[in-house]
């Protein structure tokens, strides 16, 4: 068993937030909320375990040799599936059942026959990090944003991206993001992100009351409290985002505005892409230059001679031989990713032909206006 303080701190952050779901699935049973229990479960489940967790590290699931790293991600996915097997029991009873007997016939950690007569799991609160939980909480929203604002305008994940900028609001907020930068990088398939301690000029912002959330609170107070938002500049915005909460004296009354009484966006500048969630601000630089282009379309390959791969039943570890009909849109990529390329598809050479007839060519399509023809083919020992 690999330590929880010794594993990497994406195992670290998913166990964190495992301890936090039964602190949260247990007070909700406690206080007869099945429901509030449910879409805990659910949410951790399908956001956080299998959306984040297991995507990110599936190359540490997929390793060759059972090393310390690839034995602490499936120590960490079991004890996580373990905990909720328990935790979901009484609501999902058959499904959770089955579950838990299929991981305990590995682990054979209880002596019980089943689900149901096991204890619920306990709470570590030395396991909880909530520094960690809030900065993997960002890394995952910007993510969303970004992906978000791809598919806004049509770029594709495997399109890499050269810039993005988040304005900080305040110190603990950028060393909190510095921490993840790596991770949201990869991610996002962005090459750098500028961190804007003051996006005056660089970034405008619009502000608008939120009525459903002013009402309950300050119906009376509602026209006066419009009209000071809209009189609200930058500077006033900024303040808000960054303390959370931005204070007005209207009608004699001291207003406390929260971000929740608000809706805040921000306007696109030119070649670049600009959205907003909660306190952060995200902008992209949609711009594809050239090499951008070039260094997209061997993505694109490599992930067409990965499919052709699988589909021949290739091993993971077979070296091959690729043949590429050459095409204008892409001969300069393929030559110059020639060796990235051959590194990630375990290609011993990468040809490119003016014609691939061969009976192993596959027509690919690399996007709409780029239709060639890839041959693989095991390489001789």
Known sequence: MVPIEKRPE???????????????????????????????????????????????????????????D????????????????LLGAPIAPFFMDRLFCDLNKMSKRFNEASVHLAAMPGVTESAIDTQLEERMQYAQDISSMVLALRRKVAIKVRQPLQKMMIPILDQEFQVQLERVKDLVLAEVNVKDIEFLKDSAGILVKKIKPNFKTLGPKYGKLMKSISEAVGQMGQHDIAELER????????????????????????????????????KITVALDVNVTPELR????????????????????????????????????????????????????????????????????????????????????????
Request: aromatic share 8%; net charge negative.
């Open 10 to 68: 994406i195992d670290r952050w998913v166990m964190s937030l495992l301890n936090s779901l039964v602190k949260e699935v247990t007070d909700a049973y406690e206080t007869y909320e099945p429901t509030k229990a449910a879409r805990a479960i659910q949410n951790f489940v399908g956001e956080n375990l299998s959306n984040w967790y297991v995507r990110l590290n599936r190359k540490r699931f997929w390793g060759g040799s059972f090393t310390d």
């Open 70 to 85: 690839k034995l602490a991600a499936y120590q960490t996915l079991h004890s996580c599936l373990e905990a909720v097997a």
């Open 243 to 278: 303390n959370g909460f931005f204070a007005l004296q209207i009608q004699g009354e001291a207003v406390e505005l929260g971000l929740e009484h608000v809706e805040i966006t921000s306007e696109d500048i030119p070649g670049w892409l600009v959205a907003s969630e909660g």
């Open 294 to 381: 070039e260094e997209g379309i061997a993505r694109e390959f490599i992930n067409r001679i990965q499919n052709i791969r699988k589909d021949s039943g290739f091993d993971v570890t077979d070296k091959v031989n690729i043949k590429i009909q050459r095409h204008d849109s892409i001969n300069t990529a393929i030559e110059k990713h020639r060796d990235y390329i051959a590194a990630q598809t375990l290609a011993v050479n990468i040809l490119l032909m003016d014609s691939c007839d061969d009976s192993a060519a596959k027509s690919v399509d690399i996007d709409e206006e780029i239709i060639t023809f890839i041959s693989v083919s095991l390489a001789q020992n």
